[in-house]
DNA sequence: GCCATTTCAATCCAAATGGATCAATGTTGC
DNA sequence: GCAACATTGATCCATTTGGATTGAAATGGC
């Protein structure tokens, strides 16, 4: 059965929005994570990292999860690898010394520069298919979507 | 800086559409992943590919990559892991000896009833935030973004 | 003030991941 | 008919992942 077909029929089914999401973002990772990884050389949370601190300085790592949910450690290893790399520095936090405050370097936002503008393309080839009013519809009920209040606690499927 | 403010600000900025579907996916991920590999044992994956295989009885392990972009080593190891299970048969392809044609089993059938229902529940939960006719069109805009011919092939990403 | 508890971030390590390779089978060109 | 090439799916193995633990610092109860 030809590709088209088979998601049609997939699309066309109970779970229609949760498959048409998650092909979205499977199709987009496949593209996304390599070229990333092969032209920064880094994983996708490291940038997304860099992104959030250099969105706020002097963030710490454990409010980059709000972002970006993902596991501590894996925060902890991306920040870790841009430290490395000179993209940020940690400051131990004034008033509570277990937090580190991070604060990109200049280093840091050059290359943030490149990834931002490569992410916009992207961003503008995925939805080419949208016109703007649809676009914007769009991301308006994707942001009721992601503010809702069982995105990250659910009761069906409750720990 | 609060939760609530932060995704705020992200979700204003240059990348909000790219920030708001990862959001949403990161987080129910976190959630999803966690309970499906508590309760049914099996990654996400296999139960994406017994799925699949209920859906279209005699697929072959090539064509599940078309419903769900994965690479193809994973889509082996979930088949191998639900046929030891005994949720699905291979059987070789009459016309090809290379392929196997998948069948699910009635033990397969079975644990599937449950993954679906607790899916589809899962679904209202996170779609909750829109109303019914707010959740047609969402689901149109992202079958547009799926179908779409730059999703799975970038020319601003060409690896 | 002191001990128990909580919180933040780093580290540990068993398990999963995915790019690369391989073996088996099919297809093509001649 | 056969040699070169392509395709399917399994396996290899270095790297990554993420739940759990640890260590260090802060907070709360008394």
Do not use: C
């Not at 277990?98 to 990834?115: C, I, M, Q, S």
């Amino acid at each position: 059965m030809s590709a088209d077909k088979l998601l049609e029929t997939i699309f066309a089914g109970n779970l229609r929005e949760l498959m048409v999401i998650s092909y979205i973002v499977l199709g987009n990772n496949a593209v996304t994570t390599r070229y990333i990884e092969r032209r920064f050389h880094m994983p996708v949370q490291a940038w997304s990292a860099l992104y959030a601190i250099d969105k706020f300085p002097g963030i710490r790592a454990k409010e980059i999860r709000h972002l970006f949910p993902r596991p501590q450690n894996t925060i902890s290893r991306a920040v870790s690898l841009l430290e490395t790399r000179g993209f940020i520095v940690q400051k131990p936090s004034a008033s509570d010394g277990r937090e580190k405050r991070l604060f990109t370097t200049e280093a840091g936002t050059a290359v943030l520069a490149d990834l931002i503008e490569v992410s916009r393309q992207r961003q503008e080839e995925l939805l080419g298919p949208l016109s703007s009013e649809e676009r914007a519809v769009f991301f308006e009920l994707a942001q009721k979507i992601a503010t809702g209040p069982d995105l990250l606690r659910s009761a069906v499927m409750r720990s």
